[in-house]
């Protein structure tokens, strides 16, 4: 079976920092592109970042770009989602999904997710 589990998510300071990370398996992780996404109470999910299956091409939306980076360890089956400097704006819940084709910051493009991980920035 296909998993994704998602993890490090937290209560944090804003300012502050967290390391999200996604186990994968059942699926071959190091043949497929990867994205982070994240849905605040009340809001859709919306696309945060995305890598290519060898990480050598990212995106980011525009409003964690400089803040956020991700990163992934294929022979550990693992992705990252590294983030600085965290406001209140950043608080949802944060989902990493395998990505089947079509473009990267659409949740269409995404068959597999995990089941998320709430991060919470507050005071």
């Known amino acids: 079976d296909v998993q994704l589990q998602a993890s490090g998510g937290g209560l944090v300071q804003p300012g502050g920092s967290l390391r999200l990370s996604c186990a994968a398996s059942?699926?071959?992780?190091?043949?497929?592109?990867m994205g982070w996404f994240r849905q605040a109470p009340g809001k859709e999910r919306e696309f945060v970042a995305f890598?290519?299956?060898?990480?050598?091409?990212?995106y980011y939306r525009d409003s964690v770009k400089g803040r956020f980076t991700i990163s992934r360890d294929n022979p550990k089956n693992t992705m990252y989602l590294q983030m600085n400097s965290l406001n209140t704006e950043d608080t949802a819940e944060y989902y990493c999904?395998?990505?089947?084709?079509?473009?990267?910051?659409?949740?269409?493009?995404?068959?597999?997710w995990g089941q998320g991980t709430l991060v919470t920035v507050s005071s």
């Open positions: 999904a395998a990505r089947r084709g079509g473009t990267y910051s659409d949740r269409q493009s995404y068959n597999w």
């Open positions: 059942g699926f071959s992780f190091r043949s497929h592109s």
């Open positions: 890598i290519t299956w060898d990480g050598t091409i990212t």
